[in-house]
Structure formats: structure tokens, C-alpha cells
């Protein structure tokens, strides 16, 4: 079964400090990966997508990944409050063209 | 760009009704839509594929007959909840993927149903 996995948390980090989420996948041929946020009761909103192995940075937020290891992760730079909200990471396994499979996302907190 | 809606965002409706949620992709051609539900504090279950001008393809488990999906033209897709049951009370998610090689997908802001 193909599976994406994130720690839930709560991951708390200080207003200004850099977050760190990471997701593991387990399907090696997966080809496409994004990360998205979803603030409570609404729906997610694309960060960030990433398909070749290294980093992508884009303002505050560097996705990076490796195939290797089967390893993506996204950091926010100088976090702030407004991105306490739950993190979803999701891949495009192989052969399934555009469907997309989710972790069930990571929890962060900016305290102030 | 890459805005996608839905309507109606909250829907009350009593046991046995049929409740009919839309989902169009307003700035971009959409051959793919999907259709998720999302339970509270848990993460997006798919539930169907919608491709348009073809059937729907159905996630193990979930019943065809029950969530009924119409994807008539490039920008529009519809769920039908049939006989909805308050069991089936869940936050209902569609996302739209763009016409190219990328497999972005982009949601829309949701439709919270209430069967009571």
C-alpha cells in the first residue's frame, strides 16, 4: 500500500525561529510532490510543489527533496503566528498520473 | 490564477434529501477534478475521480449510487449526496487540476453538510 507519513505533532516553534516539517513516502517511483496548508475549517492551500531532488525555495519557505531516501520536507523561514495551521504533504505516485495521495499533516504552532 | 469555487460552502438538510454541491474551476480549463471528504481532525479521504465527459472513477468504499458525480464540461463538476443520512454530515472538498504536464491540484474552499 502506498503510504505517506508525517509526524501529527503539535510542532511548536518560536515566532521567528525556522519550522521544520517533514513526510516520508514509500512508493520510490513517485514523481510529483507539494506541500499544502489548511488552516481549521477550511480547505488547503497550495505552498509549494517540487519534482527534482535538491531544494526549491520560494520567500519564506524551502521545499526540499530527496528520492533517495524517499524524504521531503519543507521549512519556514522567520515563522510567523499566521502559519500555525496543519501542513499536508502529498505525492503523485507513479501511474496514477494525477491522482494524489495525502499524509494525514503536521500540526504547527508559532508561539509568540 | 487557479481559482476554484464551490457552492453552495454550508448546506443544512434533513435526512433523506438530496443535496447537489458544485465545484468549477474559474480562470482554467480543468480535465480532472476531484472530490474529497474530510472528517474533523483528520485528513483528506479521495473519493472520486472525475474526468470530463467520462464516468467518475470511485474510490474503494465509496458507494456510486450514493455520491453521484457529473463533470459535463471543462470548468464544472457536480456531487450529488443522494438520500443523504447524517452519517454522510462531513467538510466536502473539491480540487481541479490544470490542463498540462503538471499534476497541481488547486481546491476549492469546501461545503460544509449538516443532515440532521
Known sequence: QKEV??????????????????????????????????????????????????????????????????????????SQPSDSATYLCAVSPTGTASKLTFGTGTRLQVTL | GAVVSQHPSRVICKSGTSVKIECRSLDFQATTMFWYRQ????????????????????????????????????????????????????????SARERGPQETQYFGPGTRLLVL
Request: aromatic share 12%; glycine share 6%.
Open chain 2, 39 to 94: 472528517f474533523p481532525k483528520k485528513s483528506l479521504m479521495l473519493m472520486a475521480t472525475s474526468n470530463e465527459g467520462s464516468k467518475a472513477t470511485y474510490e474503494q468504499g465509496v458507494e456510486k449510487d450514493k455520491f453521484l458525480i457529473n463533470h459535463a464540461s471543462l470548468t464544472l463538476s457536480t456531487l450529488t449526496v443522494t438520500s443523504a443520512h447524517p452519517e454522510d454530515s462531513s467538510f466536502y472538498i473539491c
Open chain 1, 5 to 78: 507519513e508525517q509526524n501529527s505533532g503539535p510542532l511548536s516553534v518560536p515566532e521567528g525561529a525556522i519550522a521544520s516539517l517533514n513526510c516520508t513516502y514509500s512508493d520510490r517511483g513517485s514523481q510529483s510532490f507539494f506541500w499544502y496548508r489548511q488552516y481549521s475549517g477550511k480547505s488547503p492551500e497550495l505552498i509549494m510543489f517540487i519534482y527534482s531532488n535538491g531544494d526549491k525555495e520560494d520567500g519564506r519557505f524551502t521545499a526540499q527533496l530527496n528520492k533517495a531516501s524517499q524524504y521531503v520536507s519543507l521549512l519556514i523561514r522567520d
